[in-house]
Structure formats: structure tokens, C-alpha cells
Nanobody, 124 residues
Framework: QVQLVESGGGLVQAGNSLRLSCAAS????????MGWFRQGPGKERAFVAS???????LYVDSVKGRFTISRDNAKNTMALQMNSLKPKDTAVYYC??????????????????WGQGTQVPVSS
């Protein structure tokens, strides 16, 4: 019912920046939250950032001050601006959509729809 497509991933050197985008289509109702999760090599899928319809945001501590999440409600898109990237940021990044709820949350089980993921390798 909701399709998500990530773009913008790719190899990046530590200290540089990268911008990820997520395009949503289908049943994208107004009362929703969107988020970014990541899964590094040998690690569990982890929360990165989330933003709801009115612009409230939530970040994991490790990316505060470096990453900025944003969305364009009219275009049904979301972006993650990643600055000062570190090797520990290396992961597959996933776009997620929480339907019928306007609360941001770090719990992946609360997000019903997921993109295919985009790889972000950060070299040192």
C-alpha cells in the first residue's frame, strides 16, 4: 500500500557528506511518521532518525549535530543529510514509514513499510 524507494547511497570518504533521499508512493496519509534505520556489518538494525508530518524530529545520540532529517509533505519525500561521516556510519540505510500515527519512535516494529535499502560505505 506504501512503496518506498531510497536513493543517494554510495562510497564516501570519512569527513565528507552524503545526502540520502526516500520517495514514498501509494497510501501516504497525513498522520504518519517516517524514519531512517541502518544495519552495519555484523550488527542489528538500528534507529537513526525520524520525522513526523508536522516536523518533529528524533535522532539517535551518535548522529546528533551531524545528520539532519527533513521531509517535503507535498512531494512525499524524505531526506537525510549526513555530514562529517565516520567509518562507524558504514551501513545499509533503510527508509521506513509509520502509517496512521504522527508520533516519532525509534522502535522498528512500529514502522509498517520499508524500502529496499541503500549502501553507504565510509572509508577511512
Amino acid at each position: 500500500q506504501v512503496q518506498l524507494v531510497e536513493s543517494g547511497g554510495g562510497l564516501v570518504q570519512a569527513g565528507n557528506s552524503l545526502r540520502l533521499s526516500c520517495a514514498a508512493s501509494g497510501r501516504t496519509i497525513s498522520g504518519n511518521a517516517m524514519g531512517w534505520f541502518r544495519q552495519g556489518p555484523g550488527k542489528e538494525r538500528a534507529f537513526v532518525a525520524s520525522i513526523n508530518w508536522i516536523g518533529e524530529t528524533l535522532y539517535v545520540d551518535s548522529v546528533k549535530g551531524r545528520f539532519t532529517i527533513s521531509r517535503d509533505n507535498a512531494k512525499n519525500t524524505m531526506a537525510l543529510q549526513m555530514n562529517s561521516l565516520k567509518p562507524k556510519d558504514t551501513a545499509v540505510y533503510y527508509c521506513a514509514f509509520r502509517s496512521n500515527s504522527n508520533f516519532v519512535t525509534p522502535d522498528p516494529s512500529e514502522y509498517q513499510y520499508w524500502g529496499q535499502g541503500t549502501q553507504v560505505p565510509v572509508s577511512s
